[in-house]
Every structure is written in C-alpha cells, then in structure tokens.
C-alpha cells in the first residue's frame, strides 16, 4: 500500500511539473514562459490575436535521424492595424534535434547571423515576405534550439508591413544590393524592433 502512495505521488509530482513547464503567461505587456524559459517585453499597443497549436511532420534530408512528428505552439500578438506585431513559436521534436539553418527557407533574405540577447546566442535572418492580400512585410527573426537533446525551437519574428512607396517584396535582396532608400527604411525597421520588443533576464 505505501509502496502504491509513493507512485501516485511522484505521478502528481510530474504531472504538476509538466503543467508548470508549459504555462505561458501574458500579462500587461510582458509575455512569459518557465520551459523554455523565455520573457519578452513587447510594445503596450501590441494586443494577443490568437493562440494555434498543430502537430505535423518533418523530414531533414541532412539528418533522417531527427524526422518524425513536431509539436508547434504559436502566439500572435499585434497592434490595431495589423500592421506590425510579434509572433513567438515553440515546436518539440517527438525525436532528434532540431537543426538550425537561418538561410534556407527564405526567398528574400537581407542579413542573417548570431546575435546574443539577455546571454543567449540566437541566429537571427532579416527578410520581406509578401501575405495573400499583397501586403509586404519585413521581418527579424531570431531563434534557438533547446531542451535536453535539443529537441525544442524557440523562434520570435518581429514583423512590420511596409508602405506602398516601398520598393516591392521580390526587389528586397541581400544587404549590399539595397539602394538608399531601401537601407533607410532598413534602419528604421530595426530601431522600431529594438523599440517594441525587449528581451528580459
């Protein structure tokens, strides 16, 4: 009987574990996480949109061995217009690991390398994508694996629609290309990115 007391504990135990593991909290303008740990602080006219959660499959061609099904959370905070905001995704790999590739996968890649916020080394790529209705965005995304194998992304894009005096999407290339006026509104992308979105310890 004791021995039967002593499972059922340790059940609750990690049961309580994984419940604290997984909260993810927003309050104010401050969005939180214990595991992975994560806390960003975001611009106050970013409101939360919505929360999806899906389960697909995954193949990496350079490592069979870390293919299987991956588990994706993802958080979508923007401002009034839609015209800016933050996306935060966590996806868990059932096996393997994730390989981080901050090049492939993008079609209009500006800049793309290591960055280290609040301590942490994130890749990052900077990066135009273009949505069903035509409507142009920039976007920095930084991201990191984590977890005991490394079986967790983390992922945080910060994205900003451009004006239509803008130069479109499919002419916005790597960093040296950039005519005046494109590296201008870079420039500006990025202080409104160090602006609305902060990295906390």
Not at 132 to 147: I, N, P, Q, V, Y
């Amino acid at each position: 009987m004791k021995k039967i007391l002593v499972c059922w504990f340790l059940l609750l135990i990690i049961a309580g574990c994984g419940l604290l593991q997984n909260k993810r909290e927003f309050k104010q303008d401050i969005f939180s996480t214990v595991y992975p740990d994560l806390t960003l602080k975001m611009n106050e006219l970013f409101l939360f949109e919505e929360q999806q959660e899906s389960t697909k499959s995954i193949f990496f061609t350079t490592a069979p061995e870390s293919s299987g099904n991956v588990s994706q959370e993802l958080f979508f905070f923007v401002n009034e217009r839609k015209s800016r905001g933050i996306a935060i995704e966590f996806s868990t790999l059932n096996r393997g690991f994730w390989i981080l590739d901050s090049i492939s996968g993008v079609d209009n890649l500006i800049d793309s390398g290591t960055e280290k916020q609040s301590g942490i080394t994130y890749q990052y790529n900077i990066f135009t994508y273009s949505t069903k209705e035509d409507r142009c965005f920039l976007s920095k995304r930084f991201a990191r694996k984590t977890g005991g194998g490394g079986n967790i992304l983390v992922a945080i894009s910060y994205f900003q629609e451009l004006p239509e005096t803008a130069a479109p999407c499919d002419q916005w290339h790597e960093m040296n290309t950039l005519d005046e006026e494109q590296k201008k509104r870079l420039s500006q992308f990025l202080a409104d990115c160090a602006a609305d979105m902060q990295f906390m310890e």
